[in-house]
């Protein structure tokens, strides 16, 4: 399973789940991360980190090490 | 009721419907940036009481109205992606809700404004607002945006799906208020809503290996994907639209990058220049005051009191107005059209490594210009860690105060030499250090501090871009009113007492002696500067300033600039006999400079101003916490005093030891 951080800019992919059970991890699913869910790779910041990402129709961004925590289907 | 009654059951006086006193309260929830705000501008106008809620530093805001002869109080709830709280500011909105909010009515009813452009991920927190125990109404805003991006929302599906009703509202045009304000005057005598078949049943076939938590959390949005799908029409696919097309120039590597430096000089520039003429004239308004009361009242402890403490305290508030305005102005305008978010996004990374958020990174620029607004604008900073570590930073950024110190010292006791090339000189060399030693220093404290007092799990960076759009003048002016406002009732009363203990304690004992002349006075006044608690204090501090090259008249220089690091050039003057100095006035400044290149160490012919002693006053200056009224903000913005106490400990201790590395780095390389 690959991670979300690894997801090149411009791939869409499906989320398969989000490891961890603390706040971080369940603001993730909060904000729409669910497993299923389509994920597109939008862009980075300049210097490389946070992710900008598009799903369920709007933008959102994280930072790398949170993107970490979300598998996506291959 | 018996007292064991009492505290079986929890204090609900405050959760029972005011229905009584005769005015309903209406909840305003709903997620950041769902145009909220401008809702509450279109019913309520402007906010009857903006505070803080009991023991917590998060914002009360709540309007008053009257619909058909109902009197109907609107509290605006923080912002809030979820109803299960991760901080402070999500833990009031249900507390709130929930009726556990101390001296808060219960509401009578719940409105959840929900962006129609974004629906499933704002209908996460109407799942949870349905199951409050409150009669909800959903309302829909953003719906022209929404339209012109070929998203349309079957508002009555929507509303049996929901179990509640649903309005649509675009508030700037006041389209479908009116309907709202019927619905609120009807809806406290509604039943709560039942949760919805389909929704209890998701949640009740909650992935049970899950922790239960993020089980509810994926159960919710398999309710939302089924509603989304039967009440969202979308006309056009994959159509790439303004606000994506806007998305990718700005947070483009390159274009991105040159907008962003474009815009923060833009903002920069304006808090330092287009506020000065504002400034300027607002100093003069006090001046005039000052004169006209200075002719009016007989001399004595009074008039010194009125014109030397009141007016100037009041005079040291007012004149932080310009700034603060201009700051607020630009940053509800980013953040009305969504620029504020895509900053941070930008500029994450760089602040991440020193333990601060892209976030900070407006509340630390501004404070270039000044603290005070820059500590302010960190209101912006939703997480609790970032924004304290901020505030607690920003008094480091080299201010515009202390540009007069700079610039006079560096062109009093800086050789005018060439550095390498021949346009680059030392005094504009050594101006630049100063302003890179606060930025080093504050990103030194940042990390240390993130990796020790502030230790603890990792904060996340989770957060929405929200689509371009135009900001909302309405809410615009509100945000500017609201930081003025603020500033002038919190911290602005206290500034001016803060003024007035300096005055008495610069003033007391007093020396009653006449002058005859000028001159005479100006040393008399040097003198009794010098018999004061003030002066004593810098006495009494010598052995502590020694090591920095300092005689006691500097110790008690910098004392005395407790009020504001500018002061330290007119109690120069006046403790150096000049009487009063105003630093622009050319004349004026050339005669401190002259006056202090002739000071010497009491009872010898040693001359108290060299270079090294000039470096270490500067590098002082740069990192001491000498401004009364910054504390003051730092108290007022995080709710307690032990910050304020922390940011002078911290400061002073650095000033001392960076003005003491100096020194004798200086006096040892035989400077």
Known sequence: MRSLAKMPVGLTAQVADVAGDDTTSLRLLEMGLTPGVAVTVVGTAPLGDPLELELRGYRLSIRRSEADRVAIHP | ?671
């Open chain 2, 1 to 671: 009721m018996s007292s064991a009654e009492a505290l079986a059951t929890p204090d609900h006086s405050t959760a029972t419907p005011d229905r009584a006193s005769g005015h309903l309260t209406v909840a305003l929830l709903g997620n950041p940036n769902t145009g909220k705000s401008t809702l509450f501008s279109a019913l309520a106008g402007i906010p009857t009481r903006i505070g803080n809620y009991p023991g917590v530093t998060v914002e009360e805001k709540v309007g008053r109205f009257t619909h058909r002869g109902q009197s109907i109080e609107l509290i605006d709830l923080p912002g809030t992606y979820s109803l299960v709280a991760k901080s402070p500011d999500e833990q009031v909105v249900v507390d709130v809700l929930e009726g556990q909010m101390k001296g808060v009515t219960r509401p009578d009813c719940v409105v959840v404004v929900a962006d129609a452009t974004n629906l499933a991920r704002n209908l996460y927190l109407v799942s949870q607002a349905l199951a409050v125990g409150l009669p909800v109404i959903v309302v829909l805003t953003l719906g022209d945006v929404a339209e012109a991006r070929g998203i349309a929302v079957d508002t009555a599906a929507l509303s049996a799906e929901l179990g509640c009703p649903v309005v649509s509202v675009v508030a700037p045009q006041r389209l479908g208020v009116g309907r709202l304000t019927d619905m609120l005057v009807e809806a406290a005598d509604w039943q709560p809503p039942t949760l919805p078949e389909r929704l209890a049943s998701c949640l009740a076939t909650a992935d049970p290996a899950r922790p239960a938590a993020a089980a509810e959390a994926i159960a919710r949005y398999a309710w939302i994907d089924g509603v989304v799908d039967r009440v969202v029409v979308r006309q056009t696919d994959h159509r790439r639209s303004v606000s994506d097309r806007i998305d990718s120039l700005l947070t483009h590597r390159l274009w991105g990058t040159l907008v962003f430096i474009t815009t923060m000089l833009m903002i920069f520039s304006s808090i330092f220049w287009l506020a000065a003429p504002l400034m300027d004239l607002i100093s003069a308004g006090i001046d005039a005051v000052a004169t006209g009361a200075d002719a009016l009242l007989p001399e004595g402890t009074l008039k010194s009191l009125v014109v030397d403490g009141v007016i100037a305290g009041v005079g040291g508030v007012v004149i932080f107005l310009p700034q603060i305005a201009i700051l607020f102005l630009f940053v509800a305008i980013l953040e009305g059209c969504g620029y504020l978010s895509r900053a941070a996004f930008l500029m994450d990374r760089l602040l991440v490594g020193v333990g601060l958020s892209g976030k900070s990174f407006i509340p630390l620029l501004s404070s270039f210009a000044c603290a005070i607004p820059g500590i302010m604008a960190a209101r912006t900073i939703e997480n609790r860690r970032d924004r304290l570590l901020t505030i607690l930073v920003a008094p480091l950024m080299s201010c515009s105060a202390r540009l007069p110190v700079y610039l006079l010292l560096c062109g009093a006791f800086v050789p005018n030499v060439a550095v390498g090339v021949s346009w680059l000189r030392l005094p504009a060399v050594v101006l630049a250090a100063m302003y890179a030693i606060g930025v080093v220093v504050a990103a030194v404290v940042a990390f240390v501090l993130s990796r020790t007092v502030f230790r603890g799990p990792p904060q996340p960076f989770v957060m929405e871009l929200p689509g371009w759009r135009w900001p909302q003048p309405a809410v615009v002016l509100e945000r500017v009113r609201e930081a003025a406002v603020s500033f002038l009732k919190n911290a602005g009363t206290l500034i001016v007492a803060v003024s007035i203990v300096i005055w008495a304690l610069g003033s007391y004992p007093r020396l009653e002696q006449p002058a005859d002349n000028a001159a005479a006075a100006a040393v008399l006044k040097g003198e009794a500067l010098r018999q004061s608690f003030l002066g004593r204090a810098g006495h009494f501090i010598e052995p502590v300033v020694k090591p920095l090259g300092w005689d006691w008249r500097l110790g008690c220089a910098a004392v005395a600039s407790f009020p504001a690091r500018e002061v330290v050039l007119g109690t120069l003057g006046v403790i150096y006999n000049l009487g009063d100095v105003d630093p622009g006035e050319e004349e004026g400044a050339s005669l401190l400079i002259r006056q202090l290149r002739a000071a010497t160490w009491d009872g010898s012919d040693r001359k108290v101003f060299t270079l090294p002693v000039a470096l270490s006053i500067m590098v002082f200056f740069a990192l001491c916490a000498q401004c009364a009224s910054t504390l003051v903000v730092i108290g007022k913005e995080t709710g307690s005093w032990v910050w304020p106490v922390v940011t002078f400990s911290y400061m002073t201790a650095l000033a001392w030891v960076g003005a003491f590395v100096t020194y004798q780095a200086g006096t040892a390389l035989g400077w």
